[in-house]
């Protein structure tokens, strides 16, 4: 298994749990600006921020009172989104769709897939303390 010993090279582990949680709350905190509220697809994506927000203050929650079991949530959710990110980026690829939203996913699934490296390795370390 691949293990980061620092996040973003120079920032303690515990450190940047507590900064990915705060990013990713902004985040999805913009992701209702965006949305169309008055489609199914709008509404069903402010649910699952909703519940990505929730699993960011349990990732808060979880490094700084250091809580193992309180990274679980986050590492799950932000797992399937991954999946989601990458199933989706292949459908508008495979449909001839080259948008922006193309290039969007790209991006945040792959810095998805750094946070989730760096709250893994952190989770991994609360283990052996």
């Given amino acids: 298994m691949i293990y980061s010993d620092n996040c973003c090279c120079c920032v303690e582990l515990k450190c940047g749990c507590i900064l990915i949680a705060i990013v990713e709350v902004l985040i999805r905190g913009l992701d209702r600006f965006f949305v169309d509220r008055d489609s199914l697809l709008g509404l069903l994506s402010l649910v699952v921020s909703g519940i990505y927000v929730i699993c960011c203050i ?56 750094y946070f989730w490296l760096v709250v893994y390795s952190y989770y991994d370390r609360l283990k052996d303390a």
């Fill in 58 to 113: 349990f990732l808060l929650l979880g490094a700084v009172l250091g809580l193992r079991y309180f990274l679980l949530p986050y590492l799950s959710v932000s797992c399937l989104r991954f999946l989601i990110l990458v199933a989706e980026g292949v459908f508008v690829a495979t449909e001839g769709i080259m948008s922006e939203y193309l290039v969007f996913d790209v991006l945040q699934s792959l810095l998805g897939l």
